[in-house]
């Protein structure tokens, strides 16, 4: 004769506790992930501001360089005001280089330095950026 005994039902489907640690990490991954793509989206957005800080200074750059050509050929043009574009102040300062020496220790002469500077807000610390540029006319082309 067969004895059946009572068996215990088997285990269907996950526990609560099973459930809640699943979807706690499931819910961590995600967030994880919407942090990291905000982080490269700033970071972007960074980057392409800089870029766009720096093709506007070269621009300035080499306007006044064709200014200081100008003012060695005689003329006397003015040198452009502080400017301020989408939040950046743009300023240009022209010196001359003097004392100095070339090789031969023969002084030279006629040398400037165009310095453009840019200075911005990036959250709640200031921001600056350099651009420097040695200008020798006698070297630019003759102006029309």
Do not use: C
């Not at 093709?55 to 043009?77: C, F, N, S, W, Y």
């Not at 003015?78 to 090789?103: D, F, M, R, S």
């Amino acid at each position: 004769m067969l004895i059946l005994t009572p068996r215990h039902p088997a285990r269907q489907g996950f526990t609560l506790m099973e459930t809640l640690i699943a979807l706690s990490i499931f819910a961590l991954a995600v967030v994880s992930l919407a942090e990291a793509i905000q982080s490269a989206g700033r970071a972007s957005t960074i980057v392409r501001q800089e870029v766009r800080i720096h093709d506007r200074m070269a621009a300035i750059t080499a306007e006044t360089t064709r200014l200081v050509a100008l003012q060695a050929a005689g003329a006397r043009p003015t040198l452009p005001p502080a400017v301020e574009e989408e939040g950046v102040t743009y300023k240009v300062a022209v010196q001359e280089i003097k004392n100095l020496k070339n090789k031969d220790q023969v002084p030279v002469e006629g040398l400037w330095e165009v310095i453009t500077t840019a200075e911005w807000m990036e959250g709640t610390m200031k921001q600056q950026m350099e651009d420097r540029a040695w200008v020798y006319p006698p070297l630019l082309p003759p102006l029309q």
